[in-house]
């Protein structure tokens, strides 16, 4: 019998209840990890752990609240004895959230707050608690979900690109600093784009609209399609595995070539 790439291992996903977060939880348990899911969507993240079976667990977790989190570890290794995958995805936009304006004129302090709040400082907690609970634990990874938008300017959601870039650099900070203290644990960040999940809903619009707009962001994508999440799921899988046992800091892209550069091909000169 094949063994299955998580077998064995416990991991740990925040912002679980839909989208990347959830088919992450589902290719990782079909790999055999024990799973838990956690989310604010209490309803939500309950009715996928159920979904799925096995070993899975829901937990509520609201990653901006640091208590929240030293509950939640303390709950996992009293549970299962350890840690060995975190997957930082609870992510916000602010358009969902109804924070008004995101470009760098008009957004709000408070709601530039709250989107770091959830992106950055829920992300920077979660890093802190699996370090220590991974430390004395080879083989141990952390991936960071940071986005496209940490790579390049996005005027219309300011405070959502910077704390993605933040994700960026906090992803390699992490990574030097584990190596540098001898703990085997490795840390490295996937950037997303375009991917089809229940983020970008507002802005699609509704049925005949929708498909015309998935079908006009398709065109600006070398590939010529939008992604969907098991793309970022495998990419989760593979430095979740020790397939991966020698990569640490990177950042791994999964955009249908949108970072590549331009995909149009010169015109043939008569």
């Known amino acids: 019998m094949i063994k299955k790439r998580l077998e064995g291992k416990v991991a740990l996903i925040t912002g679980a209840a839909q989208g990347i977060g959830e088919e992450t939880a589902r290719r990782f348990h079909e790999e055999g990890a024990i799973v838990i899911l956690s989310d604010i969507q209490d309803e939500k993240g309950e009715d996928v752990a159920r979904q799925i079976g096995g070993d899975t667990i829901y937990l509520h977790l609201d990653v901006r609240n640091e208590e929240e989190w030293k509950k939640t570890i303390e709950e996992i290794v009293q549970k299962f004895q350890k840690l060995d995958i975190l997957v930082n995805n609870a992510a916000i936009t602010g358009f969902l959230e109804n924070f008004g304006p995101q470009d760098p004129e008009h957004a709000s302090l408070e709601s530039w707050r709250a989107v770091h709040a959830t992106n950055l400082d829920g992300l920077f907690l979660g890093c802190k608690y699996a370090i220590q609970t991974m430390k004395n634990n080879p083989g141990s990874s952390i991936i960071n979900i940071s986005s496209r938008s940490g790579l390049v300017g996005i005027p219309g959601a300011a405070a959502y690109a910077s704390s993605k870039a933040a994700v960026r650099n906090h992803t390699k900070s992490v990574a030097l600093y584990c190596t540098s203290n001898g703990y085997e644990i490795r840390c490295n960040s996937i950037h997303p784009a375009a991917i089809l999940t229940p983020m970008w809903e507002p802005m699609l619009g509704k049925k005949e ?9 398709a065109k600006d994508i070398p590939m010529k399609k939008m992604g969907t999440p098991d793309d970022v799921a495998n990419a989760a899988l593979f430095l979740a595995s020790d ?8 950042e791994l892209t999964i955009d249908g070539g949108l970072l590549a550069g331009v995909g149009a091909p010169p015109t043939k000169q008569e």
């Open 209 to 217: 609209e929708r498909d015309q707009n998935i079908k006009q962001i």
């Open 243 to 250: 397939e991966s046992k020698y990569i640490t800091g990177i």
